[in-house]
């Protein structure tokens, strides 16, 4: 396989919005991604197998996905599905090589590289957990875990979810829920809406955010489901899976109210407080990063979508959670500055001067609603001492707490060194925020980690293998896979 001008990595909205764009510039484009489908989280469907008549039920703005597929289809951009890549490695401004595994879960030995000009990170996001007792519980999952079980196996978490967190996906999820035969006594949000009206301007420039907010609201009352705001779930009781949760009212700084516990009986409980940026593969790379209305890390990128490192691009939610809408303008942007940089005509400047504009109204309301629904300072303070921070290591808070009092732990990093909360295969991603909040951070701060996903010792072994030799079997492996479907990472 001769050299790409572009590897895309990620096949949700963002990188196929990159992809066909930059193609159809003509670019020689190649797509990865560790799913078998195109879509991504957002666009999750059903398994082939399932044979499911209606895919399009579960899902909000699908034909702009259709219209995003069919460019797909007709643009020659090479998918590369089921590939996990592992790290991006920079030669120079122009030569870039992207290692990936190849497989279902990138169990594959044979290490796949493809070598490009340049690299358009479009990673997603992943959900941000706070955790409370008997949140290890069966019965207790993601809320976008929720809804990927729905969209993609058509399987409901239980027949009586309780949706809990903060963020807008809540809405999306219950009403989701409720629609495919879920009974859902309650949405529990840990903060409230009014925070959107501090920004009314970003109200006023986005009125089709206000149309989805009232689809989900018409689909709660419709389905009868109770809203309740500043509120969070305090415990989950179960004998060895979700019986019931105890829901408390909270204060400003979301620190529980004495007092207010209320038990619902549910046999689910699907929960998530908003989502946080992908953005290993750069930060690896030592690229510059922002502080999010929310608190989170995302990349810091400039108007044409490049990251600090010249040559490598970004779009979607690794520069800040924004949505599918937002994600495909800015892989369209990014594409047309990419194929500037390599010579190519990217067109009109009218074009690019009307995404940029319809991105600024996106960005803005994506930063009035980061802000809305950003976790209160006080969320841990009275976190029990016996309660897992740490599922993968078995951590729980009072062992980051001492580590913190009799030790001297005073960030994430150092608490992680002295117990091993984040040590473990999810890598930090699940508990990182706990963690970092015990040990007196905020969100945890931008890791630099050789290996952004498990990664085979076989697979690692075999790079040794001489250059020439390598790239022969890795061009090979990767042609195989030209024509399969991808999903985002």
């Not at 082939?48 to 895919?55: C, K, T």
């Not at 930060?283 to 040559?311: F, I, K, N, V, W």
Request: charged share 20%; hydrophobic share 45%; proline share 6%.
């Amino acid at each position: 396989m001769g050299e790409y001008d572009l590897v895309v990595v990620g096949a949700g909205p963002a990188g196929l919005a990159g992809a066909v764009t930059a193609a159809e510039l003509g670019l020689r484009v190649a797509l990865l991604d560790l799913a078998e489908q195109i879509g991504g989280q957002f666009y999750r469907q059903p398994a082939a197998g399932l044979n499911a008549g209606r895919p399009e039920a579960l899902h909000h703005d699908w034909d702009a996905f259709v219209a995003l597929r069919e460019r797909l289809a007709a643009s020659g951009v090479v998918h590369l599905a089921q590939h996990h890549v592992w790290a991006v490695e920079r030669h120079d401004d122009t030569r870039w090589t992207v290692h990936a595994v190849t497989g279902a879960d990138g169990e594959g030995t044979q290490p796949v590289r493809v070598r490009a000009r340049a690299v358009l990170l479009a990673t997603g996001a992943y959900e941000r957990q706070l955790p409370f007792p008997g949140w290890t519980l069966p019965g207790v999952v993601g809320a976008g875990g929720a809804q990927a079980m729905l969209k993609a196996g058509l399987v409901l978490p239980g027949r009586r979810v309780v949706v809990a967190g903060s963020g807008p996906l809540l809405l999306a999820v219950a009403s989701s829920l409720a629609a495919a035969g879920a009974e859902v006594p309650a949405v529990i949000e840990a903060s409230g809406y009014l925070g959107y009206a501090r920004r009314p301007g970003a109200l006023a420039a986005n009125p089709h955010k206000l149309v989805e907010a009232a689809v989900h609201g018409a689909a709660l009352v419709r389905h009868r489901v109770a809203l309740r705001t500043r509120s969070a779930v305090a415990r989950v009781h179960g004998e060895g899976r979700v019986e019931a949760v105890t829901v408390v009212r909270l204060d400003r700084d979301w620190r529980p109210v004495p007092g207010t516990g209320r038990d619902i009986a549910c046999d689910a409980l699907a929960v998530g407080h908003g989502l946080v940026p992908g953005i290993d593969l750069a930060t690896t790379l030592g690229c510059a990063t922002r502080r999010t209305p929310d608190g989170s890390l995302a990349l810091a990128l400039d108007h044409r979508q490049e990251t600090s490192l010249r040559g490598l691009w970004a779009a979607g939610e690794p520069g800040g959670v924004g949505g599918a809408q937002l994600a495909c303008v800015e892989g369209e942007l990014a594409a047309l500055a990419i194929a500037a940089r390599l010579g190519r005509n990217p067109g009109p400047g009218g074009r690019v001067r009307q995404l940029r504009s319809r991105r600024t109204r996106l960005r803005a309301f994506a930063d009035t609603m980061a802000a809305a629904h950003a976790p209160g300072p006080g969320r841990l303070d009275r976190l029990p001492d016996d309660t897992e921070v740490c599922r993968c290591e078995e951590v729980t808070a009072g062992r980051v707490r001492e580590a913190v009092e009799d030790y001297g732990a005073r960030d994430a990093r150092t608490a992680k060194l002295l117990t091993r909360a984040g040590m473990g295969w999810c890598q930090g991603r699940t508990c990182g925020t706990a963690v970092s909040c015990l040990a007196g951070g905020a969100e945890p701060p931008a890791e630099r980690r050789p290996l952004a996903t498990p990664v085979p010792l076989a697979a690692l072994a075999s790079l040794a293998t001489p250059e020439g030799e390598e790239g022969a079997e890795g061009a090979e492996g990767a042609e195989g896979a030209e024509g399969a479907e991808g999903a985002e990472k």
